[in-house]
């Protein structure tokens, strides 16, 4: 299957799922789940979720086998970006080409909303348990992991480093850094659940953190090129391509692309949807 078509019929997959297991509209107290729902189904690529579902198939698993916990990874991931939006974060009125939550709900809501969606991810995560073939000691462990890539470490931590880098100027390095917490941590642990979810090797698990984390560098980095280009940098705080140039960005959006690709070559040819999105990641034009 083309990368295309895989990716648009798991994102249909992913989207019913969170649709018909998230809280309704209604229920009580409606004004946090009308909240959760307006972020979570509001558009989209769910490339972390698809990540899990995609190495569960890459280890011979049947992607049903961890679709709980694929969708738990796309309510954190949520979390994080309605907590990013916030005035004392990122600042942002817009998501996706919508309001942004606290510009819809409010600041004190969209705080608890992010905190609910954390708590409820865990517990997608926890459901996967039910799964015929799962083991409850993977379960621990996909959890463990993911609370190390969101902690003050990875994720916490550099959303910290991101909102005081004025303090870090002097270190060259500060905003791969920062990139490597902010957006590969998460990525890491969607491809890292799967794989473990999936029992996987020690050597695959390995092979799969580096793609991983190389992707979250190539991802961001286009991420930056992409603002550049539509005039939507944030002046208040530097990006990759505004440090070193447009040329060395590009360069190392390749380069990185590159690196992920290599680092699966374990798996031959049954890893090429991840060299597929590898370059898709590089040549997105949103």
């Not at 809501?109 to 926890?126: H, K, P, Q, R, S």
């Not at 990875?154 to 909102?163: A, F, N, P, Y």
């Not at 990525?187 to 890292?192: D, E, N, Y």
Request: negative net charge; glycine residues 6%.
């Amino acid at each position: 299957m083309e990368l295309s078509s895989y990716l648009q019929e798991k994102k249909i997959i992913i989207d019913k799922y969170l649709e018909e297991n998230l809280p309704l509209e209604n229920q009580s107290p409606s004004i946090i789940h009308r909240s959760i729902r307006y972020s979570v189904l509001n558009g989209g690529k769910r490339i972390r979720p698809i990540l899990t579902l995609m190495t569960a198939e890459l280890l011979g698993e049947n992607y049903t086998m961890v679709l709980p916990a694929a969708a738990g990874i796309e309510l954190i991931h949520t979390f994080s970006l309605i907590h990013d939006d916030l005035p004392s974060m990122d600042n942002d009125d817009y998501r996706r080409g919508k309001l942004t939550n606290h510009k819809v709900f409010g600041e004190a809501i969209a705080i608890l909303t992010g905190d609910a969606l954390l708590v409820m991810g865990l517990e997608f995560i926890c459901k996967n348990a039910e799964i015929k073939g799962i083991k409850n000691n993977s379960i621990i462990s996909a959890i463990n992991y993911l609370l190390e890539m969101l902690g003050t470490k990875k994720m916490l931590g550099g959303q910290v480093e991101d909102i005081s880098w004025n303090n870090q100027e002097d270190d060259d390095n500060f905003i791969e850094n920062i990139y490597s917490k902010k957006t590969s941590a998460l990525i890491c642990a969607s491809l890292k659940t799967g794989a473990i979810l999936s029992n996987a090797t020690k050597e695959q698990i390995d092979a799969l953190q580096v793609y991983a984390e190389k992707l979250g560098l190539a991802f961001q980095i286009t991420d930056d090129l992409l603002d550049l280009k539509e005039d939507k940098e944030n002046n208040s705080k530097p990006t990759y391509p505004e440090i070193y140039g447009l040329e060395k960005a590009k360069k190392m959006v390749l380069l990185y692309s590159n690196q992920a690709k290599e680092s699966i070559s374990i798996f031959g040819e049954k890893a090429r949807l991840f060299h597929d999105l590898a370059d898709f990641i590089v040549n997105r034009k949103k």
